[in-house]
């Protein structure tokens, strides 16, 4: 494409419709992209995806953010995806830069998280022949992707790139690939520039549910005297929040969230009884196990949820809402299923509902949940870490921010001393559990939300697995916060190791750098936090700083558990509220 | 009576990767796959027997029916069918042995399709366990080789549109 029309191509409207022509095949993806409204990029470039650099270049209105390990760029386009609901977008070379991908592409799989992902690919005449850095793409990411394509002539590009949009969100949301030979790139041809609404892969829906079986969803509900609504990430995804609520108030039913629920249901709703599983709430882990009906909705029955499979819930019935088949009767059972989208379904399910008597029941909940509070001491010289948790929710919940968790007990003290109110503002790794997702993740969303403070609570191991996303920050002069709650171990797996291997501490202690330091030397601010009466002004300080990022080291009791826990494949009756004490029913 | 699945598949050996794919990735427990060719070159179907004991028939179509190379899948529980295995084998004959032979594939209906110096080639067709036991009695004269296509099948005396076609219409 000649400069001249290049000129006229960028003063051009974009209006969407469709048009006929000659580029090559990066500009043709470049236009696909930017008919899917895409305004951000993640990645890093190479010799496979110079030619879509070199398109990149004549694109000023699509950011790119270059990052320094394409982890970070997934990480971060996971981050944005969750954050705003459309599909996050990275780049990446051929070989070592796709394959650096996989590890966030199992976690958006995991997590039903859309994203597409753009790969460049070794020439396609030397496919297949050992070329150099060549990676079969393909095969590799066959099993952690919705769907992938490798394109093998012009026209079949932009086609390949919005059917990776469409199919990144329609259904079940999740991650597509679409990888690029650099002869496909760099060859020129004509094209007929669609409108992205002009692809939709034609699966066959499953018919949306009858009346008869919404009918026999209202009967369970009317009939059931302890009910309980499980709630899950596919409520988020489905933006059903107001419809759950409608329900639990209807028909008076307690609401218990997943971790990738949090936010689905205000905490601060008296029906709320917070996150269940491996580290719920008792009540919340009591009322589902002692229930007589489950309603499932966009949640699946995870093992740190269920525990012991066979022994979860015996006398449930269960009501299943979920968008996709194949998660109904996984792991459990369900009696009536209704597939489809959460929000649709609920609105027609609620008319139906007439409220059970559930007066007994809330007696019952509300003293498990007066007899088993989340709880914690904080003494005067050692930091607690669900208090510096607390602080930071506490001082920074006015401004409604959106908070990113790595993965470890931090995390779950997070989900646990937060009051969480709002869908999207809870971003974290939940089926992969993913070390290194936090910090990455709160860039990404704080791209997609420039409107909203982000922060990020880390732990001291996952933060130097990709600390590296902080130099991108500091490069954007992103005012994230990121506190990292520093116990000097590998705690979740210390905790583990305490409980469950006789104290054996193997490999978990973390000889760490100054972070606060480390943060200056990029650029960030850094903050050194040692004593509990220095929570509270570092985090009014923290607050304060809003030209770059800033990390708070807050060094905590590196040996404190957490708890509540119910140990892995074993049942509610093991739940330890303190080491060696059970709680009872 | 294991509970069948027919698949239809674009003819590729990317989509068959991408449904074997599958199938190991979710730890799938299904029975031994055949594969046929249609009306149509640019369709395969997959014959996919499932033990509705261990595995819910239900699940192992919701997902395969998550790939875009899967066209159409059909389960035919329950439905009668015409299901036929078909075998070709060789075994050793020396001339001696070829009435016997002849005799024995007659009884089987089977054909002989090649004469060779020190072997013959049967071809048989019929139920799984017909084949079974044309392939046994011919041990005796020393099976040198067999393939066979394993069972195809096909629902009887319905004469609806072909399963791609009716899935594409139930999508639109
Ligand atoms: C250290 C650690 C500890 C953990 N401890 C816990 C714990 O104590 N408790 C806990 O809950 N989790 C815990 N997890 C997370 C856990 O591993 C799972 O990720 C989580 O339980 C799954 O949440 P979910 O069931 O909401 O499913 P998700 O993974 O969020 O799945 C969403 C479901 O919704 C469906 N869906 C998507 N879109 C829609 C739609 N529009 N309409 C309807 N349905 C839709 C999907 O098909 C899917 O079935 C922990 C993770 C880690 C790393
Ligand atoms: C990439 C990766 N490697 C290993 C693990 C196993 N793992 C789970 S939690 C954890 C410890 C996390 O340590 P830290 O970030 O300091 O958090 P803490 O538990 O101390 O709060 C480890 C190693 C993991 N989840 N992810
Ligand atoms: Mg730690």
Not at chain 1, 193 to 214: K, N, Q
Not at chain 1, 414 to 439: D, H, K
Request: net charge neutral; glycine share 6%; charged share 20%.
């Amino acid at each position: 494409m000649d400069t001249a029309t290049m000129a006229q191509t960028q003063v051009a409207p974009r209006t969407i419709r469709r048009e006929r022509r000659r580029m090559k095949t990066a500009w043709a993806v470049m236009e696909a992209l930017v008919r899917e409204g895409v305004e951000v990029i993640f990645g890093v470039p190479g010799g496979a995806s110079l030619p879509l650099y070199d398109a990149l270049y004549d694109y000023p209105q699509i950011r790119h953010v270059l990052v320094r390990h394409e982890q970070c760029a997934i990480h971060m386009a996971e981050g944005y995806a969750r954050a705003t609901g459309k599909p996050g977008v990275c780049f990446t070379t051929s070989g070592p830069g796709a394959t650096n991908l996989v590890t966030g592409l199992t976690d958006a799989m995991m997590d039903s998280t859309p994203l597409v992902a753009i790969t460049g690919q070794v020439p396609t005449f030397f496919m297949g022949g050992d070329a150099f850095q060549e990676a079969d793409v393909i095969g590799v990411t066959m099993s952690i992707t919705k769907h992938n394509w490798l394109v093998r002539t012009p026209a079949q590009a932009p086609e390949a790139v919005h059917m990776a949009f469409r199919l990144a969100t329609d259904g079940r949301p999740g991650p597509t690939l679409v990888d690029l030979p650099r002869d496909v790139l760099l060859a020129e041809a004509d094209f007929i520039l669609e409108d992205p609404e002009a692809f939709r892969p034609s699966r066959p829906r499953p018919p949306f549910p009858d009346e008869r079986a919404l009918r026999q969803a209202a009967d369970l509900i009317a009939q059931s005297q302890r009910p309980i609504l499980y709630v899950g990430g596919g409520v988020i995804h489905s933006g059903a929040a107001p419809e759950i609520r409608a329900l639990a108030e209807k028909a008076r039913i307690p609401v218990a969230t997943t971790l990738m629920g949090l936010g689905a249901f205000p905490e601060d709703h008296p029906y709320a009884l917070k996150m269940l599983g491996m580290h719920g709430t008792v009540y919340a882990n009591f009322a589902i196990n002692f229930s007589d009906l489950i309603i499932a909705v966009g949640a699946r029955f995870d093992d740190r949820v269920t525990g012991k499979l066979s022994a979860f819930a015996p006398h449930a019935k269960v009501i299943h809402i979920d968008i996709d088949p194949a998660e109904i009767n996984k792991n459990r059972r369900a009696d009536v299923a209704l597939i489809g989208d959460a929000k649709s379904i609920l609105r027609a399910l609620l008319p139906l509902v007439r409220p059970p008597d559930t007066e007994a029941w809330w007696r019952q909940i509300e003293d498990w949940r007066a007899r088993y509070p989340l709880r914690y001491r904080q003494g005067e010289d050692v930091i607690k870490p669900q208090f510096a948790i607390q602080m930071i929710y506490e001082l920074t919940k006015d401004y409604r921010p959106i908070v990113t968790l790595d993965v470890g007990q931090h995390q779950m003290w997070a989900a646990q001393f937060f009051t969480w109110t709002e869908p999207r503002t809870c971003i974290t790794s939940g089926g992969l559990g993913t070390m290194g997702f936090g910090l990455p993740a709160a860039v990404g969303a704080q791209f997609g939300r420039p409107d909203r403070l982000v922060i990020n609570i880390n732990g001291d191991g996952s933060f130097q697995m990709t600390f590296q996303a902080l130099i991108t920050a500091v490069e954007w002069q992103l005012p994230i916060k990121v506190f990292i709650i520093n116990n000097q171990y590998l705690g979740m797996v210390r905790q583990w190791q305490e409980l469950f291997y006789n104290r054996r501490y193997s490999a978990v202690y973390l000889a760490n750098p100054d972070f606060a330091r480390m943060a200056e030397a990029v650029g960030a601010a850094g903050i050194r936090v040692e004593r509990p009466d220095q929570v509270e002004p570092a985090v009014r300080q923290a607050l304060a700083i809003t030209d770059r990022p800033v990390v708070v080291d807050i060094h905590v009791d590196p040996e404190e558990n957490c708890f509540p826990m119910i140990p892995s494949g074993m049942t509610v009756f093991d739940t330890m509220i303190a080491p060696g004490v059970k709680a009872v029913p | 009576m294991p509970h069948w699945l027919a698949v239809t598949i674009e003819n590729s050996v990317e989509s068959l990767n991408r449904v074997f794919h599958l199938l190991r990735q979710r730890h799938l427990p299904v029975g031994p796959i055949s594969m046929c060719r249609t009306e149509d070159p640019q369709d395969l179907r997959l014959l996919i027997p499932v033990d509705p004991a261990r595995v819910d028939p239900q699940r192992v179509r919701a997902n395969l029916e998550k790939l875009l190379c899967v066209k159409a899948v059909e389960d035919w529980g329950e439905r009668p069918l015409v299901i036929r295995d078909m075998a070709l084998v060789k075994v050793r004959a020396p001339s001696e042995a070829w009435v016997e032979i002849a005799q024995l594939a007659e009884f089987y209906r089977a054909r002989i399709v090649d004469v060779g110096p020190e072997t013959l080639i049967v071809e048989v067709t019929g139920s799984a366990e017909k084949v079974d036991s044309c392939i046994a009695r011919l041990q005796r004269f020393g099976v040198v080789e067999v393939t066979r296509s394993g069972p195809m099948a096909m629902v009887r005396g319905q004469a609806e549109a072909a399963p791609a076609d009716r899935m594409a219409e139930a999508a639109a």
